[in-house]
């Protein structure tokens, strides 16, 4: 079993950049393809970003595709977000996603979920 813990989340300005950070607990996180998910008010929760149990393979949805950057690192069980280039609609809550299959890049294909932490971004 996997625990996740969100943090980074603040309230910024346009074109701020920020990274949010997930700690895992457990000696498996290496096991786990990892992702990024977010949910605006009022709209469902979208996928953001995912990455490989290695870190070498990553994928991005459209939307942050250039000024997100996922990383991991695998010794300190901790999954990142580089969010660079900020607008006001990145503006959610942002939540760290783990599952044992790659290539499932939707909510219902999650193993374990954080409990999110909100980024707020204003124009």
């Known amino acids: 079993q996997v625990q996740l813990g969100e943090s980074g989340g603040v309230f910024l300005q346009s074109f701020f950049s920020l990274i949010l950070s997930c700690a895992a607990s457990g000696r498996t996180f290496s096991r786990y393809a990892m992702h990024w998910f977010r949910q605006a008010p009022g709209k469902e929760r979208e996928f953001v970003a995912a990455?490989?149990?290695?870190?070498?393979?990553?994928y991005y949805a459209d939307s942050v595709k250039g000024r997100f950057t996922i990383s991991r690192d695998n010794a300190k069980n901790t999954l990142y977000l580089q969010m660079n280039s900020l607008k006001p609609e990145d503006t959610a809550v942002y939540y760290c996603?783990?599952?044992?299959?790659?290539?499932?890049?939707?909510?219902?294909?999650?193993?374990?979920w954080g409990k999110g932490t909100l980024v707020t971004v204003s124009s």
């Open positions: 996603a783990a599952a044992l299959q790659w290539g499932s890049f939707t909510s219902g294909g999650m193993d374990y």
């Open positions: 990455i490989i149990w290695s870190g070498g393979s990553t």
